[in-house]
C-alpha cells in the first residue's frame, strides 16, 4: 500500500499554472493524487503537467475560466469525479475606493467570488453523491486586516471567507470538509506582476518594502502555502472544517 498522503484521490485545482496553484499542485501530484488544473493560460500549465509526468505523476490542464459558469460546469462533468477541490484562481486590483471603477470591481468579483462558487457550483453535487470531499479556498490576510488601496480585492477574499462558511454548515451532513487559507505576502508571478505594474522604476525597493510588511522578514514561498494546502486537505486534518488559516509571518498578529 502506498504511503502518499494523497494516493488514490482526484484533485481539482484552479489557477494551477503559476505561483500557489502551481506549488499545490506539484505537491499534491507528488503525494499521489490525479491533479486536474483549470487554467486561463495553459501554456504555464503544461509544462508544469511534462514536470508532474516525468516523475510518474498524474496530472492534466483543462483550460477554463473559472468566471464562466457554463464552461466550469462542462469541463467538470468530464472530469467526473473530485475528492478535493483547490479554489485558488484569482487576480488584484490596486486602489482605493475612489480608484475601483465599476469595471474593475466586475473583474476581480468576476474571478474571485463568482469564480469560487462557479467551480464549487460545479464540484459540490459530485462530493455529495460519494458522501465525501474536501475544499480549500484561497482567501487573503486582506480579509482580516484593513490593507492600503485594496478595496475591490480585500472585499472579495472577505466574500471568499464567508463562502468557505457557509459551504462548511451545509454540507457538513454530506462528509464534506471546507476551510480557507489567508496568506500574507507569498512571491510569486502575482506580487512581481503588480510591483512591475504599479511601482515602475521602484521594483526593487518595493520589493524589499512588502517583504518587511512581514514581521518575520520577507515573503513566504509558494511551497510553503502548498504545505499546509497538503495537510488541509489530506486525511490527517479529518476534524477540521469552517476554518480559516492566515499564513502570514507574523502579519496579522505580531505587526506592532
Ligand atoms: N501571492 C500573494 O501574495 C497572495 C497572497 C494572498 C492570497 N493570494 C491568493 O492566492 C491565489 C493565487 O495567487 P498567486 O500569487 O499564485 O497568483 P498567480 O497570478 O501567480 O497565479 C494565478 C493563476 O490563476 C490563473 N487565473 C487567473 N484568472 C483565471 C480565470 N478566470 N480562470 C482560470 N484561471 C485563472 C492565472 O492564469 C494564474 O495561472 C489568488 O487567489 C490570490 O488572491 C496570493
Do not use: W
Not at 21 to 48: K, M, P, Y
Not at 225 to 239: H, P, Q, T, V
Request: glycine fraction near 10%.
Amino acid at each position: 500500500m502506498s504511503n502518499k498522503k494523497l494516493a488514490g484521490k482526484t484533485a481539482i485545482i484552479t489557477g494551477g499554472g503559476s505561483g500557489i496553484g502551481r506549488a499545490i499542485s506539484l505537491r499534491f501530484a507528488q503525494e499521489g493524487a490525479a491533479v486536474h488544473i483549470l487554467e486561463l493560460n495553459t501554456a504555464v500549465a503544461d509544462t508544469l503537467v511534462e514536470a508532474i509526468g516525468a516523475f510518474g505523476g498524474q496530472a492534466s490542464v483543462h483550460s477554463c475560466d473559472v468566471s464562466k459558469q457554463e464552461m466550469v460546469c462542462d469541463v467538470v462533468r468530464g472530469i467526473g469525479t473530485a475528492d478535493i477541490l483547490v479554489n485558488n484562481a484569482g487576480i488584484a486590483h490596486v486602489g482605493d475606493l475612489e480608484h475601483t471603477t465599476e469595471a474593475d470591481f466586475d473583474r476581480i468579483y468576476a474571478v474571485n467570488v463568482k469564480g469560487a462558487y462557479n467551480v464549487l457550483y460545479a464540484v459540490v453535487p459530485l462530493m455529495k453523491k460519494q458522501g465525501r470531499g474536501v475544499i480549500l479556498n484561497m482567501a487573503s490576510i486582506a480579509a482580516i486586516v484593513g490593507i492600503t488601496d485594496r478595496f475591490a480585492y480585500s472585499t472579495s477574499k472577505g466574500a471568499v471567507q464567508a463562502m468557505t462558511l457557509s459551504v462548511a454548515r451545509d454540507y457538513l451532513p454530506y462528509g464534506i470538509r471546507c476551510n480557507s487559507i489567508s496568506p500574507a505576502r507569498v512571491h510569486t508571478p502575482f506580487v512581481d506582476g503588480f510591483i512591475a505594474k504599479n511601482y515602475p522604476g521602484k521594483e526593487a525597493e518595493m520589493f524589499e518594502t512588502l517583504s518587511k510588511s512581514q514581521p518575520i522578514g520577507r515573503m513566504a514561498q509558494p511551497e510553503e502555502i502548498a504545505s499546509l494546502a497538503l495537510y488541509l486537505c489530506s486525511d490527517e486534518a479529518g476534524f477540521i472544517t469552517g476554518n480559516d488559516y492566515p499564513i502570514d509571518g507574523g502579519f496579522v498578529k505580531l505587526n506592532n
